[in-house]
């Protein structure tokens, strides 16, 4: 198990407007200060500094914090590894990430973030190296990258190509005993189709959804609390059946090892929900 376990509604924050950290600090687990896509280019340089003040000034929360750097083939990236290294960030995120080496070179704990043909391709081996805490996927830039034009269909759902990047890196994530973190649900106004995509995730075994948006938070860490009644049934079921995990029968229903895992996942979530 990793142990790095924040709560599981993230939430993406421009690196060069600190005014709405705090506000993202207070909606979200762990808030990804992005250095990347939500900066313009020309105000990098000035993101990466507005990044020092935070540090500087110890509002920065290194705990609940994540910082998405530039990918590897891209001109800010030197610049990005070097605050890393300047302000001996924690957690980084890569973006693009698409090989080993790339993520080997950061001294950080680092989550890739799987965006690119290559980098689905290439997921297993990502997941394997040391310093990998998480893993996350995303659709529109690897759709783009295969020569496409839309991740989802008219009414919302994701592609099939989509759903296979999507799976590939979970299950790269869990088989290395990483965090694995779904994508972001881009239609702000979506509420619905964020609320299932997040039970989705839920059920398959992702850590956390991000969002990109305060609104959406909520959403996400309701999707992932358990109901009560899903609570009380976990801990019933522990509770009978103790360190004795063999195969058994409880409430009219055979149970054993998988069923117990679920119900700890259950009291996880509920404690972190």
């Given at each position: 198990m990793p142990d790095w376990l924040p709560g599981p509604a993230w939430l993406f924050c421009p690196a060069d407007r600190p005014d709405r950290y705090p506000k993202a600090l207070a909606a979200a687990d762990v808030v990804i200060l992005d250095l990347e896509d939500a900066v313009a280019p020309a105000r990098k340089p000035s993101a990466r500094d507005a990044l020092r003040d935070l540090a500087s000034?110890?509002?920065l929360n290194r705990d609940r914090t994540v910082v998405r750097i530039n990918g590897p083939l891209t001109a800010d990236h030197g610049e990005d590894l070097g605050l890393v290294a300047e302000l001996r960030l924690d957690r980084v995120m890569l973006a693009k990430a698409e090989h080993p080496r790339q993520v080997s070179a950061i001294d950080a704990g680092v989550i890739p973030l799987v965006e690119t043909p290559s980098g689905v391709e290439q997921a297993g081996a990502l997941a394997e190296e040391g310093n990998v805490i998480a893993m996350m996927w995303g659709a529109d830039d690897l759709v783009a990258g295969l020569g496409g034009?839309?991740?989802?269909?008219?009414?919302g759902t994701y592609r099939d190509i989509a759903r296979y990047a999507r799976s590939r890196v979970l299950m790269a994530a869990k088989a290395c005993e990483r965090l694995a973190l779904d994508a972001v649900h881009m239609d702000i106004d979506d509420v619905d189709g964020l609320a299932l995509e997040s039970a989705d995730a839920v059920a398959v075994g992702f850590d956390a959804t991000v969002a990109i948006h305060p609104r959406q938070v909520e959403v996400i860490r309701s999707a992932y609390r358990p109901a009560p009644e899903q609570v009380e049934w976990a801990r019933r079921l522990l509770a009978h059946v103790g360190d004795d995990r063999g195969v058994t029968t409880f409430e009219g229903r055979m149970v054993d090892g998988?069923?117990?895992?679920?119900?700890?996942?259950?009291l996880r979530l509920a404690a972190i929900t």
């Open positions: 000034t110890g509002a034009t839309s991740s989802r269909h008219g009414d998988p069923i117990f895992k679920q119900a700890e996942r259950v």
